[in-house]
């Protein structure tokens, strides 16, 4: 496997960026208030554990930097062999 930079590449890139904004923007919008609700309401108690923005953070980092790295070095690998 030789890795280079072409179209099927920077393809491999857009396809996986756009996986990770799907990603991220469902994690931001629906599982990360429900997380930071239940946060809050249990720093009363004291038993809360991580902190969501720990979490967010991982999130927006694999979502923004490892999936399109991911994309861009084995999108010529896949896509190559998928059209040739």
């Known amino acids: ?36 609700q239940r946060h809050e309401k249990a720093k009363v108690t004291g038993s809360h554990g991580r902190d969501p923005n720990a979490v967010k953070m991982m999130f927006k980092f694999l979502a923004l930097i490892i ?4 994309g861009f070095l084995f999108g010529d690998f896949v896509l190559n062999r998928l059209y040739g």
Request: net charge positive.
């Open 1 to 36: 496997m030789q890795l280079t930079f072409s179209l099927y590449s920077v393809a491999g890139l857009l396809i996986m960026m756009g996986i990770g904004l799907t990603v991220l923007g469902i994690y931001q919008r629906w599982v990360y208030p429900l997380m930071h």
């Open 67 to 70: 999936l399109p790295a991911i």
